[in-house]
């Protein structure tokens, strides 16, 4: 017990050159094991009873081109009622040609994900028409607040993909795209996301991510350089945009996500388990005509099912159908071994306790769900209806301590730390131990927003909120942000194709 | 498909007897398989340097019968140092008679809890010598306060037992366990608890509780009829009071709760595995001279770790480090097979964003750990020195939301749906399904203070934050609380031994 001699004594000046610890949370895996809410058994009758849906009752398929690969591959096409009947055997056959692990590249290497079962991403807020922050209230998305957002997106690395954070409703829906693109590639050097809105804004978006990058069309297809979202339309039904989306991207080697929305007891039956065979039969169908348009195209399983609020009429979200649902997609992810998304979110009008509690819940239970993907993980108000900067802030937190928990937890002998134990009498305190020096610097999470003074520091600083002190974070981010080098000289070499894609008109969203 | 055809026409009105979803949240089990933190090999080290710090460096125990009962048995005594060093053997034989199931016994039968591994019980917020609410703002503890928020806790089935939420300070310390075990007997039906302020007021406080609900003696001994929570003095130090309440709870077949607040960086060293080794050697003491009191003693482990905020000093909260050690913790006590408690609260100075956060990690992380039982888990704000109402409403929306999730999810045929998905068609609803009809009452969650409506019905309700809304909430509990059966003529059957002992001088608490 030398220590307790001498330890006092002999203690050295602490290490100053350890930095503080870092928020470097970039290619994150899964610190737990998948949990269950269904059995095994009931799983497997999950997924039969998918295979017999898309069977024996089909999908609406709005797209003739999708419903002519279905028929082409041998599914009955009733091109009168636009229904396709799908076989097990070429559900079988999508699945077997879908990749389990795909490479998900970004023009910083250092952000390129392995998308795969047993990684963790987190993506921000999407698809919000309005953003809400404490400055000027609640708006229609611009490109203005489509352009912050992805500064506070760019800034957290614990954000591993971009999304549509804030529509910009400023810009014409032709040239959106244009915009959106431009956007993204001149603030962020993380993945890059695609509206499905039609196969000539999905080409011309990829287009400007080749010039943007200097990429060849080689490159652009050496794993994918972008992602979009498909949305089928619940219950059974592909709409033409959506269509167009898959079968754009999985030509072009580029990662859809397949996200049917179910909400239990609305456009899904209201069981949890009911509305995951409804959300199960749409992915597999999803995923099918991906495989159909070209073996191998990266694309992933997906859900954000949910349950309606019975007095409202409204999507809950953060509920306990919401994480059951969400555990029962993670089965079914891992039934059929394909990477999955999931959603956190809230459906909280502001940036309070219900709304945290909701997005933790979704968060939660993508962690219990091993989800690939947690989409509206920071930001999400009003189911999505809008983006609120003081709302992503706190978020954020959340999202950095659960990043930071899934870190490696030392449990080597220095870690255990005897002789800091040796070292304090009892009764005593470990501030000044040798053992405490050496780590002190790099032993916590520094929070973003979290204030731990005490009452009294706390009432003298103006008694605040957690969203009123988040105003001071975004704005300081927002001040202080500067762009990635990937984006130097970003609007130059894509002036030449803007311009004259917006002389030529553009690029009109498909409709229906 | 018989109901494609006939479905919509053959629905049969909806069977209004199904009454709405019930938050009887009681008896609970854990959902999850628990998850780690530490490798199996590290948790034998922890386990095995633990006892290697009973035996070599020993604990100092303030009380002399303590220490004469450790001596008696075989331990190291030094009267003049107050240390004791056990040995490993001492450990082991504790272990081997210290019971993994306690009977918790209650007034109402249909509250009696298994307190035993897999059991998942919640209490509030305790230990707290403040209040804050909307209404009063914050005010020291009173007796006031302490009945209300025992009505609190009373009205929420997902709280299982209770505790000190609030300090009666208007109550002198000689007679305050007279008020505290009145107050929980004339208002609810649930386990009580008893403060280890000293033998008598431990003797008295049983004796109330027997004449309370008429109890023999060894009616009070079948079965645990409270509990009391004892936390070491870390590092290393067990006080006169703790020493005696374990030696008089044991004693009289009651239950302790072993509980080192091991605030990583301060009174634990900096590390998860090395706070977590302090913590395991303290209550390895702890539980070790409980069953030299008595073997067979119901007695639990526990802990409560944390880490120090290094900007204030201040004690953190629900912070990675936290679920860090709540996950070790419960790989510790699994490793020693007993049931244990953890917990969760809040640094934060109000019901916001953040302490709503810090809150939900704090369950969660519990959930991954099977913790028997977590204490502080709605209701606790500024790190225990406030019990906030309006954040004990919300708080409790996220505890009964993860007893609602707790829930077993049905999974038969009839769930999965397959009428439902035949009856609606591609782009419909199902509303109005028989599937629906059947089951919407009874479907999801009911929320306690959420709110899902639109923005624009949010605003026009006047934009309340869910802590605004709560102050409603709370109120209307206050208003509409009624005393169980069980409290029917309480105040009569312990008005002559509370007077007689108040003018013998009630029972000061012990002092060191």
């Known amino acids: 017990m030398m220590s307790l001699r001498t330890g006092r004594r002999a203690r050295q000046a602490p290490d100053t050159s350890t930095p503080p610890r870092s928020h470097a949370y970039r290619q994150m895996r899964h ?49 009168s009622s636009q229904m396709v009947r799908i076989g097990p055997e070429l ?22 994900q392995w998308f795969e079962p047993g990684a963790m991403l987190f993506s921000a807020g999407a698809g919000c028409p309005n953003t809400i922050d404490a400055v000027r209230g609640r708006q229609a998305g611009c490109l203005q607040t489509f352009e912050e957002t ?14 549509p954070s804030a529509e910009p409703q400023d810009v014409p829906p032709h040239l959106r795209h244009y915009a959106m693109m431009q956007a993204q590639l001149s603030i962020s050097d993380k993945p890059t996301f695609i509206y499905a809105r039609g196969k ?54 580029q990662m859809t996500i397949i996200t049917p929305f179910c909400l239990a007891g609305a456009m899904a039956p209201i069981t949890v388990a009911g509305a995951l065979v409804l959300q199960h039969a749409e992915a597999l169908a999803a995923i099918t ?36 649902l969400t555990i029962g997609s993670g089965q079914l992810a891992r039934h059929i071994g394909l990477p999955w998304r999931s959603a956190a979110g ?23 769900a091993n989800a690939t993907l947690t989409v509206h993980s920071a930001g999400w108000l009003e189911g999505g209806l809008s983006f609120g900067y003081e709302k992503f802030i706190n978020d954020m937190e959340a999202v950095q301590q659960l990043a930071e928990m899934a ?49 009294g520091a706390w009432v003298e600083a103006g008694s605040q909120t957690s969203t009123e002190r988040a105003v001071d974070v975004w704005q300081g981010i927002l001040r202080d942000f500067a762009p990635p080098p990937s984006a130097a000289g970003m609007a130059d070499r894509l002036k030449a194709f803007v311009d004259e894609g917006t002389k030529a008109g553009g690029a009109p969203p498909t409709e229906g």
Not at 96 to 109: K, M, Q
Not at 150 to 163: E, N, P, R, T, Y
Not at 211 to 240: A, C, F, K, M
């Open 407 to 455: 870190m490696p937890t030392p449990e080597d002998q220095a870690s255990l730390g005897w002789d800091a134990l040796a070292d304090v009498d009892p009764g005593g305190h470990f501030f000044a131990t040798q053992h405490t020096m050496d780590r002190y610097r790099d032993a916590f999470y520094a929070p973003v927003v979290a204030d731990l003074s005490n009452h």
């Open 289 to 324: 005509l991906s495989q159909l348009t070209a073996p191998g195209a990266p694309v992933t399983y997906g859900g954000f099912a949910s349950n309606v609020d019975m007095k409202s009429g409204s999507p809950a979200f953060g509920t306990p159908s919401h994480m059951k």
């Open 200 to 253: 000539k804004q999905i080409s011309q978006s990829l287009e400007m991510i080749a010039l943007g990058h200097g990429l060849s069309d080689d490159e652009l297809r050496n794993g994918s350089w972008s992602y979009s979202i498909i949305n089928t339309n619940s219950p059974r039904q592909i709409d033409v945009p959506m269509a167009e989306g898959i079968i754009e991207m999985a030509r072009a080697g």
């Open 91 to 112: 559900v079988a056959a999508a699945l077997a040609t879908a990749p389990s692990s795909i490479r998900l590249r970004a023009p910083n290497p250092e952000r390129e």
């Open 346 to 368: 809230s459906a909280s009008n502001t940036s309070d306790a219900q709304g945290a509690g909701e997005n933790h819940m979704g968060l939660w239970a993508a962690l219990q």
């Open 31 to 79: 610190p737990f094991e998948p949990q269950r809410v269904f059995s095994d058994d009931a799983i497997a009758n999950m997924h039969q009873m998918a295979l017999r849906a898309l069977s024996e009752l089909g999908m609406k398929i709005l797209l003739p081109e999708a419903r002519k690969l279905f028929g082409g591959a041998g599914a009955l096409v009733d091109d």
């Open 150 to 163: 992805l500064k506070l997106v760019q800034s957290f690395d614990a954000i591993h993909i971009l999304g």
